[in-house]
C-alpha cells in the first residue's frame, strides 16, 4: 500500500512540477547552453524547485520500475531485494541530481 | 492476449513508462556533465541538439503527454469513480494527449528544422 | 436470411481441442451446425458432442446462467455460452470460434484448472464473519447499504473476469477481481465483523494496489457487475480502516434500533 501510495502522490505531483518544466524550460524551444539557462537556475528558488522536481521523479520512476517487475511473477518473490536497489538507486540518483543542480553556480 | 481498451491503455502506459524511466536517467547524466563545468556541460549538450535528437524530443513529448493523461484519467476513475465512462475517458485522454503532441510538437519541428 | 426453406442455413463453428495426453499443441476442429433463432452457443456444443463428436469436452451445468460453468472464450471475449444466442456471435466469415478461458492450464478442450481461481477465493475469506453474540432481531440493512453493495452479492464465480485479467495474466500470486469482488461484499456488509483484517489482507500488493485498472473484468462479466469500482473503493478504505472499523462498531450497537427510514 505504501509503494502505491508513494507512487499516486508523487504522480500528483509531478502534474505540477513537469507541467512547469515544460513550458518554462522548453517552451518556446531554443539552443540550451550555460548561459541561457543560468540566469534562472541561478536563483534559489529555482533550485528548490528543481530538487523537489527531482524527488519526485525518482519516486515515480523506481516505484513504477517496482511495479513493473513485480507484476513478473517470476520476480515477484524478490521483493525485498527489489526495495533495497530502488532504495539505493533514489539515494545515489538524488545525490547526484542534486549536486548538479546546486552545480549551476553563476560564474563568478 | 484479451484485448481491450483498457489493455491498449496499459500496454501503451508500460512502454511510454520504462521509455520515461530510461530517459529520466540518461537526461540526468547528459545534464550531470555540468559538474565537470560550463564548457563540458555546453559540449555535451550540442551533442544533444541536432536536428535528430529535435525529433526524438516529439516522440518523447508524445511518451509524456499521453503517460500524463493516462494518469489523470486513472485519477479521476479512482477518486471520481466513473468506470461506466471507461471508453469514453481512455478516448478524451488520447484525444488529448494526440493534440498537446502536435501543439507542442510544431515549435519543435520549426525549431529543429531552422537550424 | 437468405434461407427459403430447403436448404438451411449452417454456421462453422471452430473449436479449440487440446488432449494433453496425445497433443503437442492446441488445434481448432471445425464443426457444420444449422443456425435456428433460438439456439445458443450451448446448444450448438452438445449438437456437436451429441451428433458429430462424442469427444468434445466442456462444462456445463444449470442452462440458465446462474451456475457458473461455461464461461469460454469466444471471438476474443469471455462470455457464459449457456446464454448467448449462436447468431449474436458470428463473424464475418460465417464462423464462432470457441477457445477456453484464456491464461488457465487447460484440463481438456475448453476445460481449463480454475484450482488457482479457487485458491484466491478461500484466501479472503468469502464468509460473513458474524458477533459473537445472537442479535434478538433481524439485522436490517438500509436501503443505501443495499445499494453501495453494487449488486456484488449476484455473481456467480464463472471465471470470466479472472481470466481476462491481465494481471492474472502475467502473475498468478494477484488475488484477482472475482476474489476482490466478494473481499468488497463482505467488508461492506454492515454485519460483518473483521473489516480492519479483511481490508489489511487485501489491501497489499498481492491484493488490491497489484490492479492496473485495465476494465477487462468489468468488460467479461456476464452478470454486469464492477469488479473494478469495488477494488477502487477498497483502496479508499484500506487507507483509512481503523476508522472504517470503529463505524462499524457503532453500526453493530445500533443494531436494535430502528434504522432511519429512507
Known sequence: MRIFQMQRYSAIALLVFLTIHMIVVHYPPFHVDFTRIIERMGQPLWKAIDIAFLFFVLMHALTGTYAVIIDWERFYAYRRELVGAAALIFILAFVYGARTIWAFQPPA | MYKSTGFISFVLRRLTGVALVIYLFLHMWVIGSVNSGSEAFDARLALVQTPIFKLAEIALLAAVVYHAFDGIRLLIVHYVGVTEYRKSLFYAAFAVAALLTIAGGIPILLFAFQG | ?262
Not at chain 3, 483509512?240 to 436494535?256: G, I, P, S, T, V
Open chain 3, 1 to 262: 436470411m437468405t434461407t427459403n426453406g430447403s436448404r438451411p442455413r449452417m454456421v462453422t463453428v471452430r473449436v479449440q481441442r487440446f488432449n494433453p495426453d496425445v497433443d503437442e499443441k492446441p488445434y481448432f476442429d471445425e464443426f457444420q451446425v444449422e443456425l435456428t433463432p433460438a439456439k445458443t452457443i450451448l446448444d450448438a456444443l452438445h449438437e456437436i458432442k451429441t451428433a458429430q463428436d462424442g469427444s468434445v469436452t466442456y462444462r456445463r451445468s444449470c442452462r440458465h446462467a446462474i451456475c457458473g460453468s461455461c464461461a469460454m472464450y469466444v471471438n476474443g471475449k469471455n462470455i457464459l455460452v449457456c446464454n448467448t444466442p449462436l447468431r449474436d456471435k458470428i463473424d464475418e466469415e460465417g464462423t464462432v470460434t470457441i477457445r477456453p478461458l484464456p491464461y488457465l492450464p487447460i484440463i481438456k478442450d475448453l476445460v481449463v484448472d480454475r484450482s488457482s481461481f479457487w485458491e484466491q477465493y478461500e484466501r479472503v475469506k468469502p464468509w460473513l464473519i458474524p458477533s459473537a453474540d445472537v442479535p434478538e432481531k433481524e439485522f436490517r440493512m438500509s436501503s443505501e447499504e443495499v445499494a453501495a453493495l453494487n449488486k456484488a452479492e449476484t455473481c456467480i464465480m464463472c471465471g470470466a473476469c479472472y481470466s481476462a485479467c491481465q494481471v492474472i495474466a502475467m502473475n498468478k500470486r494477484y488475488v484477482g477481481p472475482h476474489a476482490l469482488l466478494k473481499a468488497f461484499l463482505r467488508v461492506l456488509d454492515p454485519r460483518d465483523m473483521a473489516p480492519s483484517e479483511r481490508l489489511a489482507d487485501v489491501g497489499d500488493q498481492d491484493g488490491v494496489f497489484r490492479c492496473h485498472t485495465i476494465f477487462n473484468c468489468i468488460d467479461a462479466c456476464p452478470k454486469d457487475l464492477d469488479p473494478t469500482k469495488a477494488i477502487e473503493t477498497l483502496r479508499k478504505l484500506a487507507q483509512k480502516r481503523q476508522a472504517f472499523e470503529a463505524a462499524r462498531r457503532d453500526r453493530q450497537r445500533m443494531l436494535n434500533e430502528p434504522i432511519a427510514s429512507s
